[in-house]
């Protein structure tokens, strides 16, 4: 996979990474839902699912729920970047989704700021405010 990511939107733009595997559409579903609540209509935020497994029609169903004029909701499938690679490192019981975030700056490089979140949260205020949190010099928080 050399295709490169690019922003959704071009102004006021926020990014938002999570993975999430198909028996855990309804988790990310709700969790979408709460972004989508206390989004700012001042802000755009262009939100990247990792999976590997979801259908088509799986995939277009949340797009139409949950894409907006300044929201937008995209499936990308990471896999290229772990051909070859043993992800069972620590525990079996881990789904290879878990480790997708591990990809994103790659899948990801034309994005200054990316916020990933797992998706067992429901987010209570505007997203927007993780990203003015300083972070000096730090790549991950």
Not at 77 to 83: L, Q
Not at 117 to 126: E, H, N, P, Q, Y
Not at 131 to 141: E, G, K, P, S
């Given at each position: 996979?050399?295709e490169?990511?690019l922003?959704a ?34 802000n755009?935020?262009?939100v ?9 029609t ?5 797009k139409?729920?949950?894409?907006a ?7 990308i ?7 070859g690679?043993d992800?069972?490192i620590?525990?079996s019981?881990?789904?290879r989704e878990c ?5 994103a700056?790659l899948?990801?490089s ?20 993780i ?11």
């Open positions: 996979m050399n490169k990511i922003p939107f071009e102004n006021n733009s926020y990014a938002i990474a999570c993975s999430s595997s198909v028996e855990y559409a309804p988790y990310l579903s709700v969790y979408l839902q709460s972004i989508k609540e206390h989004a700012s209509k001042d755009t935020y262009d990247i699912v990792f999976e590997s497994s979801w259908s088509e799986l995939r277009k169903k949340f139409t729920f949950f894409n004029s300044n929201f937008s909701v995209r499936f499938n990471p896999e290229p970047f772990f051909d690679i992800l069972y620590t525990h019981y881990f789904k480790y997708y975030r591990l990809a700056p899948i990801l034309c994005y200054k700021k990316i916020v990933i979140t797992d998706i067992d949260i429901i987010v209570l205020k505007d997203i927007e405010e990203f003015h949190i300083n972070m000096d010099f730090n790549c991950v928080a």
